[in-house]
């Protein structure tokens, strides 16, 4: 499907996000024309790698739970070590926040439990910051037109959301998101 050289491409790409730079890395004699050429033939590839090495979200949740319900303490020894070979085997160097070295030895700090508990928490919507607002002297708010009509203020929301999609994003306005720096 590919080259060597674009498989070098690739790789160089993945590293720094530069098509000209990866063109440039792998050895391409004109890499300002062949960057852009390569990532258009690879768009595909670079995606298909990126969504393998992408956290989805369960796997967000599995490793938080882990953190959550404080299993690295089946990691710990009798004397209160901490089982780095079965850690790792297992596949649970996530659990480590930091390894620190002292005067008495190497100190363990695990992920902190509460903080996993609270993004669990947000994820399933158990916390809701809510703040009532209200006018004076508890009232409701009052409100007041500002002496537009509702369709000239939807009129100037079309033309601005036109102007936008025309103006700062390229290929008028093809939404792939990539900024034109000339306006």
């Known amino acids: ?15 720094c996000w530069n098509a000209t730079e990866a063109a440039r890395r792998a050895a391409y004699k004109w890499p300002n024309k062949s960057g852009p050429v390569k990532l258009e033939k690879f768009r595909d590839v670079i995606q298909a790698r990126i969504d393998e090495k992408v956290m989805g979200a369960d796997e967000v949740l599995l490793r938080l739970s882990e953190i959550a319900r404080g299993i690295w303490r089946d990691y710990l020894t009798e004397s209160g070590d901490t089982d780095f070979g079965a850690l790792i085997e297992d596949g649970k160097a ?34 809701r910051d809510v703040q009532e607002v209200t006018g004076r002297d508890g009232g409701p708010i009052k409100t007041e037109a500002v002496g537009i009509e509702q369709s000239e203020r939807d009129r100037a929301i079309a033309a601005l959301a036109n102007t936008l999609t025309t103006h700062v994003y390229r290929g008028g306005g093809s939404g792939d998101g990539t900024l034109d720096s000339t306006e």
């Open 1 to 15: 499907m590919c080259t060597k050289k674009e498989q070098v491409w690739i790789e160089e790409y993945l590293q």
């Open 94 to 127: 996530h659990l480590v926040r930091a390894i620190k070295e002292t005067n008495a030895g190497k100190t363990v700090e695990f992920c902190d439990m509460q903080a996993a508990l609270v993004q669990i928490g947000k994820v399933h919507g158990l916390f």
